[in-house]
């Protein structure tokens, strides 16, 4: 069972994109409450937290990516957001979503961000 994202393309710096995650209504229904996240990576180097959002709605963010990403959630559509504004060549990679209760995580299959300088 995984995630669903959505959002992801070619975007030129400065820009603006809109990445969306879906979680199957088996997932909610079993593990809920969930705390659900936003990871990034590129060749070569490890997968790193770039956003994250408590069942609660409590957020937080990497350094790398405050003021200029929001993330989001709507549990009665089982869908967070991440709203990345000011785009810039070191945001470039696939971005994943990630759902967890405890020890127990749920991945989706990653969409691709590529922002042209």
């Known amino acids: 069972v995984q995630l669903v994202e959505s959002g992801g393309g070619l975007v030129q710096a400065g820009g603006s994109l809109r990445l969306s995650c879906v979680a199957p209504?088996?997932?909610?229904?079993?593990?809920?409450?969930?705390?659900m996240a936003w990871y990034r990576q590129t060749p070569g180097k490890q997968r790193d937290l770039v956003a994250t959002?408590?069942?609660?709605?409590?957020?937080n963010y990497a350094d790398s990516v405050k003021g200029r990403f929001t993330i989001s959630r709507n549990n009665s559509r089982k869908t967070i957001w991440l709203q990345m504004n000011s785009l810039n060549s070191d945001d470039t990679a696939v971005y994943y979503c990630?759902?967890?209760?405890?020890?127990?995580?749920?991945w989706g299959q990653g969409t691709q961000v590529t922002v042209s300088s």
């Open positions: 959002i408590t069942s609660d709605g409590i957020t």
């Open positions: 990630n759902a967890k209760q405890g020890l127990t995580a749920f």
């Open positions: 209504r088996t997932i909610f229904s079993v593990y809920s409450p969930l705390d």
